[in-house]
């Protein structure tokens, strides 16, 4: 086992992934990003605004390539450690402009969702918070080889859950939060300074880089 082989402070992309301007789940990311950076981490606090992408479409891939957002998105994932989406929950499951930036970055090669950690939370007016949504997003970056954290946070009634400091008005779920964000970033820490987690994978179907299909493991 090699220790210390990240030695700077752990780097983590924090993305609003609502195009509201007053949405709920960007003061929650604003929210994660402060705590995180109070922990000691390095934070690139982004919105989805930022990364502007069409339909995904693969007549336009293979003419144009890549569009310029879904390029710059790849670009803020690959120099993180780690990610956190908070999403909101459209009709039950994943909001489409939030698929479809994972579409069309999964398309980069080395792809760049995999072997990340990510933390899913999600704020909505609902009485579930959008739980449901973030069991949907589950799905297709742990397909691209995304280590989603197991303890998801979901803000019911986001519309009346923040103070206007930007805290939440629970304490008790302001203190669930907290020690949600401070475990992940533990492990995270785990991982990218001692490498002490054990991994052991596919490629997956899609994974077109040209080598074989394998079982490994690293530790």
Not at 28 to 38: E, I, Q
Not at 114 to 135: D, Y
């Amino acid at each position: 086992m090699h220790t210390d082989t990240h030695p700077g402070p752990l780097r983590v992309l924090v993305l609003g992934a609502s195009m509201r301007t007053g949405s709920s789940n960007a003061r929650l990311a604003s929210l994660v990003a402060g705590m995180m950076t109070a922990a000691g981490a390095t934070v690139d606090l982004a919105r989805m605004r930022e990364f502007t992408m069409p339909l995904y479409d693969g007549d336009a891939e293979e003419t144009h390539g890549l569009p310029e957002g879904a390029l710059a998105l790849r670009d803020r994932l690959e120099r993180c450690d780690a990610f956190v989406l908070s999403s909101p929950e459209y009709n039950a499951s994943v909001p489409g402009v939030v698929k479809n930036a994972i579409d069309w970055v999964s398309r980069v090669r080395p792809q760049p969702f995999k072997t990340k950690h990510a933390l899913l939370v999600s704020a909505s007016p609902s009485l579930v918070g959008g739980n449901r949504g973030l069991w949907a997003l589950r799905v297709p970056l742990e397909h691209l080889g995304t280590r989603v954290y197991p303890d998801m946070f979901s803000l019911a009634s986001a519309h009346q859950g923040f103070t206007e400091e930007g805290q939440l008005a629970d304490p008790a779920l302001q203190t669930r939060l907290e020690e949600t964000v401070t475990a992940f970033l533990r492990l995270v820490e785990a991982d990218a300074r001692y490498v002490c987690l054990q991994r052991r994978w596919y490629e997956f179907p899609g994974d077109l880089t040209g080598a074989p299909v394998t079982q490994r493991s690293e530790c």
